[in-house]
């Protein structure tokens, strides 16, 4: 039996943005037991041209509700980009995986063959609703996922392959 792709999909995002919430949580008793302040943390970037540890989250949220808009007729929630604190981030994460939460496999029925339009600023790309899932939406998020992994990692906060892949507490 082929996979679908709600099985490709939904799982997989679902699984990811609960390791971000155990980051998040992580990050929290880090700066608690540290005497650092969670702003930090949130503000925290690897580079100063990438988005800081919030734009990260935001952007793996996006990523998540983008695909279930373009690949089914269900409308997304819009969450502005306005999350100050960890408390804030993990909230959206919780809004994201509720909001995921509601797509059942019939939504997204014959997706693969649907056209999907990406309008960049400089750059407009179609693809099928496979390719979007395959060649931009799993990428996209994992590349924030692993960021806002690398951005805590690189502030000191204790965690390692285990937590990324969700095999530990």
């Given at each position: 039996m082929a996979l679908t792709m709600y099985q490709l999909s939904i799982p997989a995002?679902?699984?990811g943005l609960g390791v971000l919430t155990r980051l998040l949580d992580k990050a929290e008793a880090h700066a608690r037991d540290n005497g650092i302040s969670p702003d930090d943390l949130v503000?925290?970037?690897?580079?100063?041209?990438?988005?800081t540890l919030a734009g990260q989250v935001q952007r793996v949220s996006d990523t998540s509700k983008g695909l279930v808009g373009r690949l089914t007729s269900i409308e997304v929630p819009r969450f502005p980009d306005e999350e100050k604190t960890l408390d804030e981030l993990r909230q959206r994460v919780a809004n994201t995986v509720a909001f995921l939460e509601t797509v059942a496999p019939a939504d997204m029925e014959d997706s693969a063959a649907r056209e999907v339009i990406l309008n960049f600023p400089t750059l407009k790309v179609t693809l099928t609703?496979?390719?979007?899932?395959?060649?931009?939406?799993?990428?996209?998020?994992?590349?924030?996922?692993?960021?806002?992994?690398?951005?805590?990692?690189?502030?000191?906060?204790?965690?390692?392959?285990?937590d990324f892949l969700g095999l530990t507490a």
């Open positions: 995002l679902v699984r503000n925290a970037r690897l580079a100063p041209d990438m988005l609703g496979e390719e979007y899932l395959l060649k931009f939406v799993l990428p996209n998020f994992y590349f924030h996922l692993t960021t806002a992994y690398d951005i805590l990692r690189h502030k000191g906060v204790s965690i390692g392959k285990g």
